[in-house]
T-cell receptor
Framework: EDQVTQSPEALRLQEGESSSLNCSYTVSGLRGLFWYRQDPGKGPEFLFTLYSAGEEKEKERLKATLTKKESFLHITAPKPEDSATYLCAVQAKSQNFVFGPGTRLSVLP | DAGVTQSPTHLIKTRGQQVTLRCSPKSGHDTVSWYQQALGQGPQFIFQYYEEEERQRGNFPDRFSGHQFPNYSSELNVNALLLGDSALYLC????????????FGSGTRLTVV
């Protein structure tokens, strides 16, 4: 069964304090691993897609990396506006998405 | 270019009632997927529609049904509502069965009382 777990469940950082979020997955036939940002009461907003181990993507203060078993979302010098829930999802052979429970990030000024 | 639009944004229903949620896909997209997101959890896949047919289905009971229209818009119907059906219902549209350009709408918040 395709499964995605994320850690930590919640993370509080001071502004400028860098950290990483983890996404571990088991999937039959990975077609892609996706990171989304979700603000309260809103739909997920696409951040990155990674397709193969060793791949990295960057966008502003965020950098996503992928291994055969997990992905990391690195946040460098975060700002309060980076506060959100970060969701990881895998697209399996079935083409549909399996999401993890998310990591709630709070960045304090 | 309009993204994925969902209606209504909020809805309150009573246990046992039926509800219909609507989704218009992003321009150029022909595939619609529906997700249920309970508070504090990740989205759970309900089903996907392509060419007006249900192509994939997650682990949801038959009380959850859907439809896709010739213009690619879609409806999600839930019968005999339970308190546990309270959630944010998300629609995602994409192109083709391989789900290119997967894009989410802002969701419909359903509260069952």
């Amino acid at each position: 069964e395709d499964q995605v777990t994320q850690s930590p469940e919640a993370l509080r950082l001071q502004e400028g304090e860098s950290s990483s979020l983890n996404c571990s997955y088991t999937v039959s036939g990975l077609r892609g691993l996706f990171w989304y940002r979700q603000d309260p009461g809103k739909g997920p907003e696409f951040l990155f897609t990674l397709y193969s181990a060793g791949e990295e993507k960057e966008k502003e203060r965020l950098k996503a990396t992928l291994t055969k078993k997990e992905s990391f979302l690195h946040i460098t010098a975060p700002k309060p506006e980076d506060s959100a829930t970060y969701l990881c999802a895998v697209q399996a052979k079935s083409q549909n998405f399996v999401f993890g429970p998310g990591t709630r990030l709070s960045v304090l000024p | 270019d309009a993204g994925v639009t969902q209606s209504p944004t909020h809805l309150i229903k009573t246990r046992g009632q039926q509800v219909t949620l609507r989704c218009s896909p992003k321009s150029g997209h022909d595939t619609v997927s529906w997700y249920q997101q309970a508070l504090g959890q990740g989205p759970q896949f309900i089903f996907q529609y392509y060419e007006e047919e249900e192509r994939q289905r997650g682990n949801f009971p038959d009380r959850f049904s859907g439809h896709q229209f010739p213009n690619y818009s879609s409806e999600l119907n839930v019968n005999a509502l339970l308190l546990g059906d309270s959630a944010l219902y998300l629609c995602a549209s994409s192109w083709g069965v391989e789900n290119y350009g997967y894009t989410f709408g802002s969701g419909t918040r359903l509260t069952v009382v």
